[in-house]
């Protein structure tokens, strides 16, 4: 099965930009459909971005739409989250997460793969 280790984060000013990566080991990463799940303080784990395997469909979360792009290199078996224009209201720790699905899953309890996190902060 697939391991996920996240990468990227950290502290960044309101305005500011940040890529996050989601690199995977022990399984065939082009047989996962990926996705960018984020939870801020006293909410609820949230998709903001996923794609499917082959990277040639893609979804976004309303808050992510225009700002932040999703994209997987399934011959690196990383994925990426680029973030620009980031709002103190994007601060939350930032997972990825696989899927063994054709189909994009969009809620999480379709994944049965997490990484660890990371922890993003915007400052205003």
């Known amino acids: 099965q697939v391991q996920l280790v996240e990468s990227g984060g950290g502290l960044v000013q309101a305005g500011g930009s940040l890529k996050l990566s989601c690199a995977a080991s022990?399984?065939?990463?082009?047989?996962?459909?990926m996705g960018w799940f984020r939870q801020a303080p006293g909410k609820e784990r949230e998709l903001v971005a996923a794609?499917?395997?082959?990277?040639?469909?893609?979804r976004y979360a309303d808050s992510a739409k225009g700002r932040f792009t999703i994209s997987r290199d399934n011959r690196k078996s990383t994925m990426y989250l680029q973030m620009n224009s980031l709002t103190p209201e994007d601060t939350a720790v930032y997972y990825c997460a696989g899927a063994r699905a054709i189909i994009i899953p969009t809620s999480q309890g379709e994944y049965g793969y997490w990484g660890q996190g990371t922890q993003v902060t915007v400052s205003s």
């Open positions: 794609i499917n395997r082959s990277g040639g469909t893609i």
């Open positions: 022990g399984g065939t990463f082009s047989t996962y459909a």
